[in-house]
């Protein structure tokens, strides 16, 4: 789970205009958020400046997006919801 | 930092919100040549009006005939009487433009083949008062709120409209008088306090779905701004009217639009019956959405309901086949195997109702001006304070807000009150001094939370709260029940006194911000089960198992709901439109 000043601002960005971001963003954020590496932290970072539409369109699958590492991302959030 | 270095500014408007409410009347004040500063807890685009997925309504009769009176009807029909009627014919009257506007402000509206916008039906429309299903539902494909908020929020760029995206509202500021005067807000990244005077303000926070466990609501709708008016010393109106919307997808509370129901999905118990047959026979499905709710509570507490708890029931999409389910209701079937695992194209989807609407709010006149009882006046204007959009009670959905209404609702009310604040502007020249102990007041509250030691832990308070409500004021109700409801949040109000935080940063604080919303949710909590255990009588979404009738003699009004001492008080329903005949009640059968 997020402690610093920088992860308590990410968690801020975790809230969203959507039940469901919120939802899947705040059990990520819990189950998947110490397992990342520098480089996984900058594309949540990249993500969470999406629009929420766009943002529940890629995690729920709705779209896939043309940049593979996004992509591959957003696969090992939507797998973390299932562990 | 210390009080008296707090820094000042001032602008003509302030406005405290930027759904759809706050921004559309930012941007008519904005065009206007009003200096207008809009405060928001959240990025602009990412307030809750992004949710909105199945549309506004307007008769604009381009797929059924329609006329603003028919929607006139529907809504007052469908508040069940309690909606005020002068503000109904101000909105259905208004609607066509208002859409008209959307679209020029950028809104790709889905389009019929004759290159009109596209109209889908939703529950609780009707052709000639009453007749045939209307179909009167404007959308951008699912995706209404999320284009209403950017075509909105580019417009107010361009307007130049002063934006401070993540500074949050902690009080009203007002003179003795009892003129609103701006707001104390703080900065969520530094922690810096700000005072904003503004000669109007206008509150647009949203609802407060957040009152419930299970909810359709993003976590930022913790009902801030309907605190801010309670602790202002004014009223909530009609609190115990919460709408739960019946198809919440079962244990987690994410909404499967009525559009489902619209393109032809079904609702079955466990035995495989079409329940809504025997509740509406005509509306079936499309009935509104109290009745839709209260039929699935009854199925399941009748011991018809599914699954292994047979706690919920199902809604049937299947037979409407993959091409119309991927073509029309795209987002649905993605949401389904997101967070369940099951295809809708193949299998039913579990269902229960779910927190959605909060239909009360601080009553406003139709020009979104704030007004409350003082002596024998039952609306007296509070000078300088304005609201509107689901944080407002105007009332234009009483006891019951139909789908597509409320977006509607927020746009209509947003630019009145604008329009309203840009003459009162005119008059109101300069700005007035304020009380600084109002100031101080707003300053104290932030600051308790730096108390340190053991004590309470918010998160866990607030799911005591949440699970209170749930059980205590939801789908049914009984006096016992309620009773027991203001019991429990009194001693929640307790021990939230010796709640504390265990992070005393300024920077990105949000234990803090989720603190202060939890004293928000904590007196909206209040207000909604004082004034559910009040009336004593089943209309629209408030229903008592004890009190199963609508009961016209006694309870045609309004309630209103203080802070001091829990005072209740009431004032009667608007029932005389502006230019036709009003609609007097009769029952409420779809
Ligand atoms: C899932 C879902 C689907 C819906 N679909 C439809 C639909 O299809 N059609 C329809 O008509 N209605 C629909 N509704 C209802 C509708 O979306 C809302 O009623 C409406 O968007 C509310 O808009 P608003 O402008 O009043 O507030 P919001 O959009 O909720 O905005 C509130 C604003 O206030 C700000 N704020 C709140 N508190 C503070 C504070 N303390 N300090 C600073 N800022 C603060 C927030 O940051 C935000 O900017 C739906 C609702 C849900 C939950």
Same mark, same amino acid.
């Given at each position: 789970?997020?402690?610093?000043?920088?992860?308590?601002?990410?968690?801020?960005?975790?809230?969203?205009?959507?039940?469901?971001?919120?939802?899947?963003?705040?059990?990520?954020?819990?189950?998947?958020?110490?397992?990342?590496?520098?480089?996984?932290?900058?594309?949540?970072?990249? *993500?969470?400046?999406?629009?929420?539409?766009?943002?529940?369109?890629?995690?729920?699958?709705?779209?896939?997006?043309?940049?593979?590492?996004?992509?591959?991302?957003?696969?090992?959030?939507?797998?973390?919801?299932?562990? | 930092?210390?009080?008296? +270095?707090?820094?000042?500014?001032?602008?003509?408007?302030?406005?405290?919100?930027?759904?759809? /409410?706050?921004?559309?009347?930012?941007?008519?004040?904005?065009?206007?040549?009003?200096?207008?500063?809009?405060?928001?807890?959240?990025?602009?685009?990412?307030?809750?009006?992004?949710?909105?997925?199945?549309?506004?309504?307007?008769?604009?009769?381009?797929?059924? #005939?329609?006329?603003?009176?028919?929607?006139?009807?529907?809504?007052?029909?469908?508040?069940?009487?309690?909606?005020?009627?002068?503000?109904?014919? %101000?909105?259905?009257?208004?609607? #066509?433009?208002? $859409?008209?506007?959307?679209?020029?402000?950028?809104?790709?509206?889905?389009?019929?083949?004759?290159?009109?916008?596209?109209?889908?039906?939703?529950?609780?429309?009707?052709? +000639?008062?009453?007749?045939?299903?209307?179909?009167?539902?404007? &959308?951008?494909?699912?995706?209404?709120?999320?284009?209403?908020?950017?075509?909105?929020?580019?417009?107010?760029?361009?307007?130049?409209?002063?934006?401070?995206?993540?500074?949050?509202?902690?009080?009203?500021?007002?003179?003795?008088?009892?003129?609103?005067?701006?707001?104390?807000?703080?900065?969520?990244?530094?922690?810096?306090?700000?005072?904003?005077?503004?000669?109007?303000?206008?509150?647009?926070?949203?609802?407060?779905?957040?009152?419930?466990?299970?909810?359709?609501?993003?976590?930022?709708?913790?009902?801030?701004?309907?605190?801010?008016?309670?602790?202002?010393?004014?009223?909530?109106?009609?609190? @115990?009217?919460?709408?739960? !919307?019946?198809?919440?997808?079962?244990?987690?509370? *994410?909404?499967?639009?009525?559009?489902?129901?619209?393109? /032809?999905?079904?609702?079955?118990?466990?035995?495989?019956?079409?329940?809504?047959?025997?509740?509406? #026979?005509?509306?079936?499905?499309?009935?509104?959405?109290?009745?839709?709710?209260?039929?699935?509570?009854?199925?399941?507490?009748?011991?018809?309901?599914?699954?292994?708890?047979?706690?919920?029931?199902?809604?049937?999409?299947?037979?409407?086949?993959?091409?119309?389910?991927?073509?029309?209701?795209?987002?649905?079937?993605?949401?389904?195997?997101?967070?369940?695992?099951?295809?809708? &194209?193949?299998?039913?989807?579990?269902?229960?109702?779910?927190?959605? %609407?909060?239909?009360?709010?601080?009553?406003?006149?139709?020009?979104?001006? $704030?007004?409350?009882?003082?002596?024998?006046?039952? @609306?007296?204007?509070? +000078?300088?304070?304005?609201?509107?959009?689901?944080?407002?009670?105007?009332?234009?959905?009483?006891?019951?807000?139909?789908?597509? +209404?409320?977006?509607?609702?927020?746009?209509?009310? /947003?630019?009145?009150?604008?329009?309203?604040?840009?003459?009162?502007?005119?008059?109101?020249?300069?700005?007035?001094? *304020?009380?600084?102990?109002?100031?101080?007041?707003?300053? @104290?509250?932030?600051?308790?939370?730096?108390?340190?030691?053991?004590?309470?832990?918010?998160?866990?308070?607030?799911?005591?709260?949440?699970?209170?409500?749930?059980?205590?004021?939801?789908?049914?109700?009984?006096?016992?029940?309620?009773?027991?409801?203001?019991?429990?949040? !009194?001693?929640?109000?307790?021990?939230?006194?010796?709640?504390?935080?265990?992070?005393?940063?300024?920077?990105?604080?949000?234990?803090?911000?989720?603190?202060?919303?939890? @004293?928000?949710?904590?007196?909206?909590?209040?207000?909604?089960?004082?004034?559910?255990?009040?009336?004593?009588?089943?209309?629209?979404? !408030?229903?008592?198992?004890?009190? #199963?009738?609508?009961?016209?003699?006694?309870?045609?009004? !309004?309630?209103?709901?203080?802070?001091?001492?829990?005072?209740?008080?009431?004032?009667?329903?608007?029932?005389?439109?502006?230019?036709?005949?009003?609609?007097?009640?009769?029952?409420? $059968?779809?």
């Amino acid at each position: 789970m997020p402690e610093t000043a920088s992860d308590s601002r990410l968690r801020w960005r975790c809230r969203r205009g959507m039940l469901e971001l919120d939802l899947i963003l705040q059990e990520f954020l819990d189950k998947g958020y110490d397992l990342l590496d520098a480089k996984q932290k900058q594309l949540l970072d990249v *993500m969470l400046e999406y629009p929420d539409q766009l943002l529940f369109d890629l995690l729920l699958g709705n779209m896939i997006s043309s940049d593979k590492d996004i992509a591959q991302f957003v696969t090992r959030i939507r797998n973390t919801l299932r562990t | 930092m210390s009080i008296q +270095n707090i820094e000042r500014r001032r602008f003509d408007a302030l406005i405290i919100g930027a759904g759809g /409410g706050g921004l559309r009347a930012a941007l008519q004040l904005a065009e206007a040549e009003a200096s207008v500063a809009v405060v928001s807890k959240v990025f602009p685009t990412r307030s809750h009006t992004v949710a909105a997925q199945g549309g506004m309504n307007a008769a604009l009769a381009n797929v059924l #005939p329609d006329n603003w009176h028919w929607h006139m009807f529907d809504t007052v029909k469908g508040s069940d009487y309690l909606g005020d009627q002068d503000a109904i014919e %101000y909105m259905c009257r208004a609607a #066509p433009k208002v $859409v008209y506007e959307m679209e020029h402000f950028g809104v790709p509206f889905s389009r019929l083949d004759n290159g009109k916008i596209y109209q889908r039906p939703f529950g609780g429309q009707s052709q +000639n008062f009453g007749g045939d299903q209307a179909a009167r539902t404007c &959308a951008a494909a699912d995706r209404t709120g999320h284009a209403i908020l950017h075509s909105l929020y580019q417009q107010n760029i361009r307007a130049k409209t002063n934006f401070f995206d993540e500074y949050f509202a902690v009080d009203l500021l007002k003179d003795e008088a009892g003129n609103v005067l701006g707001a104390f807000v703080f900065n969520i990244h530094t922690g810096e306090e700000l005072i904003i005077e503004a000669k109007t303000t206008l509150l647009a926070t949203g609802g407060a779905g957040q009152l419930y466990r299970t909810t359709t609501n993003a976590m930022i709708n913790t009902g801030d701004g309907m605190a801010m008016a309670l602790r202002a010393g004014l009223p909530l109106q009609d609190m @115990e009217f919460f709408q739960f !919307h019946p198809t919440g997808i079962a244990g987690r509370g *994410m909404l499967i639009t009525e559009g489902a129901r619209g393109e /032809g999905g079904y609702l079955v118990n466990v035995k495989g019956e079409r329940l809504m047959e025997r509740y509406a #026979p005509k509306a079936k499905d499309l009935a509104s959405r109290d009745v839709v709710s209260r039929a699935i509570y009854t199925e399941v507490k009748e011991g018809r309901g599914c699954g292994p708890e047979q706690d919920h029931v199902m809604l049937k999409l299947d037979h409407l086949g993959t091409d119309v389910i991927q073509k029309r209701l795209p987002g649905i079937r993605q949401t389904c195997i997101t967070f369940l695992g099951i295809d809708p &194209a193949e299998h039913p989807i579990p269902v229960y109702p779910t927190a959605h %609407y909060t239909m009360g709010g601080i009553p406003t006149d139709r020009f979104g001006r $704030v007004v409350t009882p003082v002596k024998d006046t039952p @609306e007296e204007v509070v +000078n300088g304070l304005y609201a509107a959009g689901e944080c407002a009670c105007v009332s234009v959905h009483g006891a019951n807000r139909l789908g597509g +209404n409320s977006i509607l609702d927020i746009l209509v009310f /947003g630019r009145a009150a604008a329009n309203h604040i840009i003459d009162y502007l005119k008059d109101v020249r300069y700005h007035k001094p *304020m009380d600084e102990n109002s100031v101080d007041r707003a300053y @104290e509250r932030l600051h308790r939370w730096d108390r340190t030691g053991d004590g309470e832990s918010v998160e866990q308070l607030r799911k005591d709260l949440k699970r209170t409500m749930e059980d205590n004021c939801g789908v049914f109700r009984t006096r016992d029940i309620l009773e027991n409801g203001v019991k429990e949040v !009194h001693k929640l109000q307790e021990r939230m006194k010796n709640a504390r935080i265990t992070d005393h940063s300024g920077l990105f604080n949000t234990a803090r911000v989720e603190a202060l919303e939890l @004293e928000n949710l904590m007196d909206v909590a209040l207000a909604t089960v004082y004034s559910a255990c009040a009336r004593q009588e089943s209309r629209g979404a !408030h229903s008592r198992i004890d009190f #199963p009738e609508r009961n016209d003699i006694h309870w045609m009004k !309004h309630t209103l709901f203080f802070r001091e001492n829990c005072k209740l008080d009431f004032k009667p329903v608007r029932t005389k439109p502006l230019s036709v005949a009003s609609f007097p009640p009769k029952a409420r $059968v779809y």
